[in-house]
């Protein structure tokens, strides 16, 4: 196959799946569709990516089996080809407040399992926490979700102030980091939730793996709850797998430190899509949804975070709304 004209292709190509990383574009080939991923250039890092996905790819590549294929990657220009999944996004058939299939809560748990026998992850950083450091590795989050609020703060300062989020959003956390319990890291996705799971023939893939860590396997359980939305019978039917389905030495502690991880994603989602929101007004689009929906999650995420800023009143969508709409 000629890569670099699958790849020419698919920057001619007019419709994208775009993500906040990568334009996903289908190409059809003699051989069948693939996917061909193609970095956004300039994308504000909002998230911790030390890895690259190919090579991430390739690690769980003999322990997951429901995942893409990588087909080829290149460097210059950088894209990658995956393989094409056929099926339905899970949120286009079960979105938040719709029970998923059947098949999906044992699927992921799975998936989480497979991940504990994914080996040490290659090109660890040099100053990367070592196995078991648990609060090192939550370090690792809020600093970075810190080092975001600080480097849009002087510009978004009306956005922030409009929205009430604290000059020092990331301090809930701080005293819940040194209380978690040691656990032994594994590969971990870091960013399964409904629009990065295909769903077709009683089974799920998974896709998206450009923020994989090699880090707590209850964080990945934490983004994974945050993300979904699930209904409660739904989240209780899945932890109680998890717990049951996990090697013992990954599960120690776990419910205390999973609430310490939620507290992060929420004050997290607050303040990272704060902005990518503004942006996406001041942009005019294109929007992942439609806008009063969008005002809508912003509003719910910015009164889950403010619990934990000890803010007592809720806020409401028409200021939410008058905060992220350009003037």
């Known amino acids: 196959m000629n890569w670099r004209d699958l790849y020419e292709r698919a920057r001619a190509h007019d ?65 990658q080809v995956h393989e094409y999944i056929t099926g339905d996004v899970l949120n286009d058939v079960a979105p938040r407040g719709v029970p998923v299939p059947a098949h999906v809560i044992d699927d992921v748990v799975q998936l989480f399992v497979r991940l504990t026998h994914v080996p040490r992850l290659p090109d660890i950083p040099a100053a990367w926490p070592a196995d078991e450091d648990t609060t090192a590795f939550a370090r690792c989050l809020s600093d970075l979700t810190q080092g975001v609020y600080e480097t849009f703060r002087d510009e978004y300062a009306d956005l922030f102030s409009a929205l009430a989020i604290p000059t020092d959003p990331l301090a809930p956390v701080d005293d819940l ?50 993300k979904m939305g699930y209904l409660p019978d739904e989240e209780a039917a899945l932890t109680a797998r998890w717990t049951t389905a996990m090697p013992p030495e990954h599960v120690a502690g776990w419910k205390e430190d999973l609430a310490a991880y939620r507290t992060h994603e929420r004050i997290k989602s607050a303040v990272v899509d704060a902005v990518r929101y503004s942006q996406l007004f001041a942009q005019g689009g294109p929007y992942p949804y439609p ?24 806020i409401d969508t028409r200021t939410v709304e008058k905060a992220l709409r350009p003037r």
Not at 216 to 221: I, K, R, T
Not at 291 to 304: D, H, P, S, V
């Open 15 to 79: 419709e994208t799946a775009a993500g906040y990383y990568n334009d996903n574009i289908r190409v059809d080939t003699a051989d069948g569709p693939v996917i061909v991923r193609i970095p956004i250039h300039g994308a504000d890092m909002m998230d911790l990516r030390p890895w690259r996905e190919d090579l991430v790819l390739a690690a769980i590549a003999p322990h997951v089996r429901h995942a893409p294929r990588l087909l080829h990657t290149s460097a210059d220009p950088p894209f």
């Open 177 to 226: 980091w040194r209380r978690l319990t040691p656990r032994p890291f594994t590969c971990v996705h870091a960013d399964v939730h409904r629009r990065n799971m295909i769903v077709g023939d009683g089974s799920t893939t998974f896709l998206d793996w450009e923020l994989a860590l090699w880090g707590d396997p209850v964080y990945d359980l934490a983004v994974h709850l945050h």
């Open 291 to 314: 806008e009063r929906q969008l005002i809508a999650t912003m509003t719910a995420k910015l009164n889950a975070a403010r619990h934990h800023w000890s803010l007592s009143a809720p």
